[in-house]
């Protein structure tokens, strides 16, 4: 079992930039895949990127790519997302999760946090 608990939301105006941290507990955290999502109110949720259990394998969506990278730290049992270039259509709850797997993967993932909230306008 993994909980998982995401910090680091808030409010940036266009082409701004925001970290987000997500911290793991309970379970071995380099036994799993770490993943970030989003969701936007009435769309359904998306993947964002995903970073396997070492951190030098990363995959990220092609509407993010070149802006956004994902990260962990297994010393610190956490996972990042630095968010650069923030654009009006990035805003949305972003969420945290873990899959029982040490590859990247796009999903499926069997915990989640319960997200932060992103908003990005002037």
């Known amino acids: 079992q993994v909980q998982l608990v995401e910090s680091g939301g808030g409010l940036v105006q266009p082409g701004g930039s925001l970290r987000l941290s997500c911290a793991a507990s309970?379970?071995?955290?380099?036994?799993?895949?770490m993943g970030w999502f989003r969701q936007a109110p009435g769309k359904e949720r998306e993947f964002v990127a995903s970073i396997n259990w070492s951190g030098d394998s990363t995959y990220t969506a092609d509407s993010v790519k070149g802006r956004f990278r994902i990260s962990r730290d297994n010393a610190k049992n956490s996972v990042y997302l630095q968010m650069n270039s923030l654009k009006p259509e990035d805003t949305a709850v972003y969420y945290c999760a873990a899959a029982r797997i040490r590859t990247s993967t796009t999903g499926p993932y069997d915990y989640w946090g319960q997200g932060t909230q992103v908003t990005v306008s002037s």
């Open positions: 309970g379970s071995t955290f380099s036994n799993y895949a």
